[in-house]
């Protein structure tokens, strides 16, 4: 079992849903790191957290530390954000872990 | 204030060759971690770079090796390349080995592809 699991690993949306990419983790953690990969490969941070709920413009991560589980919301998708969204978790070391990513794809 | 900037972006090499890629930190980053990333996966710690020492490693073998300079930059050594080395590989800069919750900062990564 991999210490970082991502669902769904494939996502199809139309323009304007609301979309939900869900992280669970089994190790402890000092903080939990979502990520953007557009093709060619270059990674984005998109939020760091260790607790409670983040918010950028359309972007909102929730994380309960309790459950080993996190968040990353997309509101208005929009063609754009389509990209491979990757949750990370940090560890007491200060290395990452990652998922295998999510590939979203959103249609106009 | 310039990112992380890895070089070179793109680089062929032979089977049983050596390569050596390049990272230079973001501006205030002292740690420097470098990843594995094959097509369709996640990226895989390789080790990581802090005060010109490898401080962490990951599941890799003995041919990956590293270097940290005293400016932070570090490089990526793969002695007797397979074609299983072929993936993306991503460095990632942060302060003080990513701990106390300061954030990383990647770059583009270099795309390797052993023929």
């Known amino acids: 079992k991999n210490e970082v699991e991502q669902s769904p690993q494939n996502l199809t949306a139309q323009e304007g849903e609301f979309i939900t990419i869900n992280c669970s983790y089994s190790v402890g953690i000092s903080a939990l790191h979502w990520l953007q990969q557009h093709p060619g490969g270059g990674i984005v941070s998109l939020f760091m957290l260790s607790s409670g709920k983040k918010k950028h413009g359309r972007l909102i991560a929730t994380i309960n530390i309790q459950e080993k589980h996190s968040s990353l919301h997309i509101t208005a998708s929009h063609p754009r954000d389509s990209a491979v969204y990757i949750c990370?978790?940090?560890?007491?070391?200060?290395?990452?872990?990652f998922g295998k990513g999510t590939k979203l794809s959103v249609k106009p | 204030d310039a990112g992380v900037t890895q070089s070179p972006t793109h680089l062929i090499k032979t089977r049983g060759q050596q390569v050596t890629l390049r990272c230079s930190p973001k501006?205030?980053?002292?740690?420097v971690s470098w990843y594995q990333q094959a097509l369709g996966q996640g990226p895989q710690f390789i080790f990581q770079?802090?005060?010109?020492?490898?401080?962490q490693r990951g599941n890799f073998p003995d041919r990956f090796s590293g270097h940290q300079f005293p400016n932070y930059s570090s490089e990526l050594n793969v002695n007797a390349l397979l074609l299983g080395d072929s993936a993306l590989y991503l460095c990632?800069?942060?302060?003080?080995?990513?701990?106390?919750?300061?954030?990383?900062?990647f770059g583009s990564g270099t795309r390797l592809t052993v023929v």
């Open positions: 501006s205030g980053h002292d740690t």
């Open positions: 770079y802090y005060e010109e020492e490898e401080r």
């Open positions: 990632a800069s942060s302060r003080n080995m990513g701990r106390l919750g300061y954030g990383y900062t």
């Open positions: 990370a978790v940090g560890g007491s070391q200060g290395n990452l872990i």
